[in-house]
């Protein structure tokens, strides 16, 4: 039996071989699926938003699609919860347990399972994928990959919670094929690959609202960066599967959640400089999202998904308000995703496409993150390999039959 880490790497290097392109009728165009990944989008925020009508492009794709709760796996933080969405095998399993594991910063030559990626790039489909976390040093795929959250760079050293730009990532690590990325500086210019860090709370101090206003703007510039990027890659690389994300959402909710005054680690001169910061960070995605569906014809499917949601602190972390360990313990932390109690934060689910129905709310935690990967392989007719946990969605499509939907 092939150890499975080496099994991987040699169907890697199998896309060298243009062999794929022959497995495939070509006359019969295969499904096309945009996956959008928000980090930490968190539903008690976002239905205000969609009741007040400024999130008309969410609220468009909820009236066309399916949405609901997303179940994540237990302690949920990003490169943890993406690498389980990427391989539905859990933690354990597929080695990337955390932002740190054995004390080195988490990165793809850890993933010891299949990711969709690969398996979509060996059945000849074409993939792109840009700033998705946990993908760095980026591997080959049958298309483009672009790295995200925890890639190493300038300034940027531990890959942790940080924002190189891409022309200071180490070893043209960020970019497959390296060809790319000398496209993307000269068409696009240089742009931030992962959100800015937060600040300390040693320099917060005094300068409270100059320093949440200044990085407030640097979130947007790192956002329209991002749009601009995502639209050049939609407009000129289009690919038959495309992983997007964003994760700006997630750091603003942990240090500038509107929390009131009975709030664990509630401090006026943070807490009372921008209560709109981390509602506006979704009408901001909403607008990314409008510029997204710009590419989205009647024959794309549309998958939004956060890999866990947030909620203020509890009675439990007063001990230590800045308990949170994906956060460095730097910054002063008011919301989190992974509790002591074990009471953890769901994510969000959001389909819709050919064959999805519509205006279905999905209640209850039925749906999880294991689930997105044999979901998306069912689109394109894929038998889910056997170490999936998850499931196909079934309940999402009117018509249950693999190829009926693959068909469409
Ligand atoms: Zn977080």
């Known amino acids: 039996m092939v150890p499975r880490k080496l099994s991987l790497l040699l169907s890697v290097s199998l896309l060298a071989v243009p062999v794929f392109a022959q497995q495939q009728n070509p006359s019969k165009p295969k499904p096309r699926v945009i996956v959008l990944g928000v980090n930490g989008m968190e539903l008690d925020i976002i239905r205000p938003l969609l009741l007040k009508g400024q999130m008309p492009n969410l609220s468009r794709v909820i009236e066309n699609g399916a949405y609901g709760k997303l179940r994540t796996v237990s302690a949920p933080n990003c490169p943890r919860v993406y690498s389980t969405l990427f391989t539905s095998t859990n933690p354990e399993e597929h080695g990337v347990t955390g932002f740190l594991v054995g004390g080195i910063t988490a990165n793809t030559n850890m993933l010891k399972e299949e990711p969709v990626w690969s398996m979509l790039s060996k059945s000849g489909i074409t993939v792109g994928m840009a700033n998705v976390p946990a993908t760095f040093p980026v591997m080959p795929v049958n298309g483009y990959m672009i790295s995200g959250m925890l890639t190493r760079g300038k300034n940027c050293e531990d890959g942790v919670l940080c924002a190189p730009k891409l022309s200071e990532v180490m070893g043209g690590d960020a970019v497959y094929p390296k060809s790319l990325q000398p496209e993307l500086l000269k068409n696009g210019g240089d742009f931030y690959i992962d959100c800015e860090r937060m600040p300390a709370a040693g320099d917060l101090k005094g300068h409270e609202t100059e320093l949440i206003n200044t990085w407030l703007d640097k979130v947007q510039v790192i956002r329209d960066q991002q749009t601009k990027l995502f639209d050049y890659l939609l407009t000129t690389h289009p690919t038959e599967f495309t992983f997007l994300a964003q994760s700006c959402e997630d750091r603003t909710g942990h240090w500038l959640y509107p929390i009131t005054p009975f709030n664990v680690g509630y401090n006026p001169s943070i807490n009372n400089v ?93 749906v999880s993150v294991y689930d997105v990967a044999p979901t998306v392989l069912h689109i394109y007719g894929i038998e889910q390999p056997k170490q999936m946990r998850g499931r196909v969605l079934t309940e999402i499509f009117e018509k249950t039959d693999n190829k009926v939907v693959a068909k469409q």
Request: zero cysteines; glycine letters at 8%.
């Open 274 to 366: 921008r209560q709109d910061a981390f509602p506006n960070q979704y009408v901001a995605f909403d607008k990314v999202l409008g510029s997204i569906l710009k590419h989205v014809d009647e024959n794309t499917y549309l998958i939004i998904f956060s890999d866990h949601g947030i909620k203020p602190l509890r009675e439990f972390e007063e001990k230590d308000p800045h308990a949170h360990m994906d956060h460095e313990k730097t910054t002063p932390v008011i919301a989190k995703h992974d509790f002591a109690d074990g009471d953890d934060v769901p994510g969000s689910f959001f389909a819709m496409g050919p064959g999805i129905k519509h205006d279905l709310r999905l209640m209850g935690l039925g």
